[in-house]
Each structure stands twice: as C-alpha cells, then as structure tokens.
C-alpha cells in the first residue's frame, strides 16, 4: 500500500510540477518534506469529525505548504520567462504548471490568474489526483488476488501483448481488454469518492465478467456508471487517473506474480472499506512480488 502510495503522489507530482514528491535519498529536503505534508494535509483534511486542536494543524501545515509552493511557482515563473512562447513547444517537456503561466503569460486564459489562484489549482492536483489513484490500485490489486482466476486471465493478457518487453507503453494498454474490465470492475465495487457522487444500486447484479462485451464505460455517458462523477463538475482527471492506474497495474503484473505474504490466507486480506475523503481499504494493502524461473530468465535477457 505505502509503494502504490508513493508511485502514485510522485506520478501526480512530475506531471504537475515537473518532479517527484519524494526524492531519493541524496535530496532529502525541500521534496521529501513536500511530498510529507500533502499526506498530512489529506489526513487532517478528512478528519473533520475530530476537531479539537484540528484547526490550528491545519493552519501550520497550510503555512509550511503555501512556503513550498511559493518556491515551486517562482521556479516555474523564472523558467517560463526565460522561454519561447510556444505552448506547444515540446523541445523541453512541460509539466502543467509550465503550461498554465504559458498561457497566463500569453493572455490565454481569459482570466487573472493570482499566485493564491495557482497554489490552489497546484494542490486541488494532488488532493484529488493522489489518493483516488493510490485506493484504485490498492483495490484493484486486493480484487485480484482475492480472484485467482481473474488475475490468471488479465496477466496472461498483459504478457500476450507486451512479449517480453521491458516497457509496457500506452499502445500497448490499449489492447488490454481484461485489464480495463478489472479496473471498471473495481471503480463499480469500490468508488474512491463516493460521497461526492452517491449512489444506492437498484438490483443485485451478477458480478463476474460484467463488462465483458458490455458498452457500458466509466467516463460520464453512462449515468448508471458514474466513479468520476459527469458533466460539468465531473472529474477533470479521470483521462489522467484512469491513464495512470491502467499503467501502474499492467506494469506490475507484467512483471511479477503477486502473493501473500507467507502463512496469510485469503480471507486475512480484509475487504473493510475505511471512510475519509477516499474510502481505502481498513487494512493496507501487503502482498509479495515473485518471480518464477522462466520470468526470471527473460526479465535478465531483457535488461
Ligand atoms: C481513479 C482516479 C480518480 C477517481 C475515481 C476520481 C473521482 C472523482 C470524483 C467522483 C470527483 C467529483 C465529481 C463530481 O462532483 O461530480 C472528482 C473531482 C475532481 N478530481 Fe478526480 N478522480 C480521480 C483522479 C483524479 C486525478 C488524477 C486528478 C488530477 C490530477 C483529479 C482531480 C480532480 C479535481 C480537481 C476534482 C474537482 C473538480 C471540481 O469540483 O470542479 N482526479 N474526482
């Protein structure tokens, strides 16, 4: 759970601010203690219930975090400045923020944009972009377990189209029909933020294989559907997230084979769902990669 924590606020974090939030050892500092408070922040955010000495928390970590971003923006600025107008231009890879001041910068915008406007779309990112995609993975992979078979069938899939490749592309996700069911599959069995959009099923419904062969998507059309929410207000990273866990889950299962830990049996995984602002699961996620002989092989042929 902690490692689909972390891929998570890191993938979120380079898209948005050009870098991880948790640096490697060598440059713990300035983005170890960035990538810290996002999480306390989440925490003291979804623990509305508690507020004695709540409020003056939550304040300090507002203080620490709006001095970080202060420093991430006036990088970005001093960079944005410094370069050619093309949004477009992708000589050097932009992250969003680059592209935001971009069009700031070029009156694009069609509106004022204040440093307050920018360090609230800055963390409105990580606050809806982290946890959402760190509780899909874990469930989806806590699904699969729980699910021999399923996960026999989405990782033979998964190794069929990649072949033996070290990286797994976007294309290649594509094809992965089974993978995109487990993950629809799992957003219908567990809505990472179903209090923003909820729901009460009119009919039992047969679970296995649901949406095999079944048009019904995920991304607003279909109201019966709906983990992003729809319409206006409807999730504007659902392209990103959806993009983010069918990567994270494909590469993971391409490479190993996932068990519990030794002497845990299925029914210590625990399905309790845990409430907050995203509902995770009670107890976190702890399973152990293996790799067979065979994979090992071509794992080390690969590299
Ligand atoms: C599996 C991943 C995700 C799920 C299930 C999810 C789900 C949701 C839901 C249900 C809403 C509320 C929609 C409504 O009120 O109708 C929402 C809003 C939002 N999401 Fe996501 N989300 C995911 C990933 C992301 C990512 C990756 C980002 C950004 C990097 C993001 C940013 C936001 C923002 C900023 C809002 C607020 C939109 C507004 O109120 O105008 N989400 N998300």
């Known amino acids: 759970m902690e490692m689909l924590l972390f891929v998570s606020n890191n993938i979120v974090s380079r898209c948005v601010i050009g870098r991880k939030a948790d640096e490697e050892e060598e440059n713990i500092g300035k983005s170890n203690k960035y990538g810290e408070l996002l999480r306390r922040l989440e925490e003291q955010l979804a623990a509305f219930y508690d507020l004695s000495g709540l409020i003056g928390r939550l304040n300090a970590t507002a203080r620490a975090l709006d001095a970080l971003l202060d420093q991430v923006i006036e990088e970005h600025i001093n960079k944005v400045l410094s370069e050619s107008d093309d949004v477009d231009d992708q000589s050097d890879k932009k992250d969003f923020v680059d592209i935001l001041l971009h069009l700031w910068k070029n009156s694009m915008l069609g509106a004022e944009l204040s440093q307050d406007n920018l360090e609230a779309i800055i963390l409105d990112m990580f606050l809806g972009g982290t946890d959402t995609t760190e509780t899909t993975l874990?469930?989806?992979?806590?699904?699969?377990?729980?699910?021999?078979?399923?996960?026999?069938?989405?990782?033979?899939?998964?190794?069929?189209?990649?072949?033996?490749?070290?990286?797994?592309?976007?294309?290649?996700?594509?094809?992965?029909?089974?993978?995109?069911?487990?993950?629809?599959?799992?957003?219908?069995?567990?809505?990472?933020?179903?209090?923003?959009?909820?729901?009460?099923?009119?009919?039992?419904?047969?679970?296995?294989?649901?949406?095999?062969?079944?048009?019904?998507?995920?991304?607003?059309?279909?109201?019966?559907?709906?983990?992003?929410?729809?319409?206006?207000?409807?999730?504007?990273?659902?392209?990103?997230?959806?993009?983010?866990?069918?990567?994270?889950?494909?590469?993971?299962?391409?490479?190993?084979?996932?068990?519990?830990?030794?002497?845990?049996?299925?029914?210590?995984?625990?399905?309790?769902?845990?409430?907050?602002?995203?509902?995770?699961?009670?107890?976190?996620?702890?399973?152990?990669?293996?790799?067979?002989?065979?994979?090992?092989?071509?794992?080390?042929?690969?590299?």
């Open 138 to 303: 874990e469930w989806a992979m806590a699904e699969l377990v729980k699910n021999p078979t399923s996960m026999k069938t989405v990782q033979e899939e998964i190794r069929s189209v990649a072949k033996g490749k070290l990286n797994i592309d976007m294309k290649d996700i594509e094809k992965m029909d089974s993978l995109k069911c487990v993950l629809k599959e799992t957003l219908r069995l567990h809505p990472p933020a179903p209090l923003l959009v909820p729901r009460e099923i009119a009919q039992c419904v047969k679970r296995r294989d649901m949406f095999l062969n079944n048009p019904v998507d995920c991304q607003g059309q279909d109201f019966q559907f709906i983990p992003f929410g729809a319409g206006r207000r409807g999730c504007p990273g659902m392209s990103f997230g959806l993009a983010a866990v069918e990567y994270v889950i494909a590469n993971l299962l391409h490479c190993f084979d996932w068990k519990l830990p030794l002497g845990e049996v299925e029914e210590n995984l625990g399905m309790t769902e845990v409430n907050g602002l995203t509902v995770h699961k009670k107890l976190p996620l702890y399973l152990v990669p293996a790799l067979d002989v065979s994979r090992k092989m071509s794992i080390v042929v690969m590299f």
